[in-house]
């Protein structure tokens, strides 16, 4: 019984798609300690707030996810899609997972204390406007960008963490990761197309077409790769960042490559390849990181 709520309760929140913005929200943390205390990485003060960090990224998100499924609960019954969720489907209780919501925030609140007095000023309004995100379908066709600045707090509320300030340099990724968000959300959202159309709610494709929101991804992503290429400069990346861009160009590629084959291909395009973006985005910052720090 207890593994069977818990199973729900990582269902409710999606925790495997985790994976999307942590990996944004630590690289933000690394640059910031490459830019900021270069000479503090591998420290407790290092770890103690990447710990943190985590804790936050985990538990906005964990937060945001369960009010989106209580709000979108009755609309989310009526599609076929997403009528096997775990509160339609009565796996939860509404009331349980408002607990499990207002638990999350006051672990992030918790978390921003830890951090520093300017992640504990915004999280209030962080919050506010991840959980305003669930309400914006039903009044505008922006409602991805929305979920993409939502998802752009994790790389700038990261370096928040760190530095305690906000800086143009994190404000250009965030841009990138905002983008890259509302980029895969306007072509997850085709598969939607025709309830959205139905039911009087607003989207990309729902607005424009789906032909149309498929341009529109690829524009959004192109602009991505190119915020990415810049994020080269003004960090000072080495040339392991140069081939980290390649290799994310060639993920940004097969996934449109996907979506142009065919829509059927829209859940390995929208998991799996940016995923792997996500990732390989990290790993590469993360390289050229550590051996411009010790090996230079």
Not at 107 to 127: D, G, W
Not at 157 to 163: C, D, F, N, Q
Request: aromatic content about 20%; proline content about 2%.
């Amino acid at each position: 019984m207890i593994s069977k709520k818990i199973k729900s309760t990582l269902e409710l929140v999606k925790f495997s798609h985790t994976i999307f913005v942590l990996p944004f929200a630590l690289s933000a943390f690394l640059l910031a300690f490459y830019i900021k205390f270069p000479l503090e990485i591998n420290t407790g003060f290092f770890y103690d707030k990447i710990l943190w960090v985590v804790i936050a990224m985990a538990s906005a998100r964990s937060g945001a996810m369960a009010f989106n499924r209580i709000i979108d609960a009755k609309i989310d019954a009526l599609n076929d899609r997403t009528k096997s969720r775990t509160i339609p489907k009565g796996e939860l209780s509404a009331a349980y997972s408002i607990i499990f919501g207002l638990l999350s925030y006051a672990v992030l609140i918790f978390s921003a204390y830890e951090l520093n007095f300017l992640c504990l000023v915004l999280s209030p309004f962080v919050i506010l406007f991840i959980t305003f995100y669930s309400f914006t379908k039903r009044f505008t066709f922006f409602s991805h960008f929305v979920l993409g600045a939502s998802m752009a707090f994790g790389p700038i509320g990261a370096w928040i963490a760190v530095t305690g300030s906000i800086d143009y340099k994190i404000i250009i990724l965030g841009t990138a990761v905002l983008l890259w968000g509302a980029g895969f959300d306007i072509l997850y959202a085709t598969m939607d197309y025709d309830f959205d159309v139905s039911h009087g709610l607003f989207s990309v494709p729902a607005k424009f077409g789906i032909k149309n929101s498929v341009i529109i991804a690829r524009a959004l992503h192109l602009i991505t790769l190119c915020l990415l290429v810049y994020i080269y400069f003004i960090f000072n990346l080495n040339y392991l960042y140069i081939i980290g861009l390649f290799i994310i160009a060639g993920f940004f590629i097969y996934e449109h490559y996907l979506i142009y084959k065919s829509l059927k291909n829209i859940d390995m395009a929208f998991f799996n390849m940016n995923g792997y973006i996500s990732l390989s985005f990290f790993l590469f910052i993360t390289m050229s990181v550590f051996s411009k720090i010790f090996f230079q």
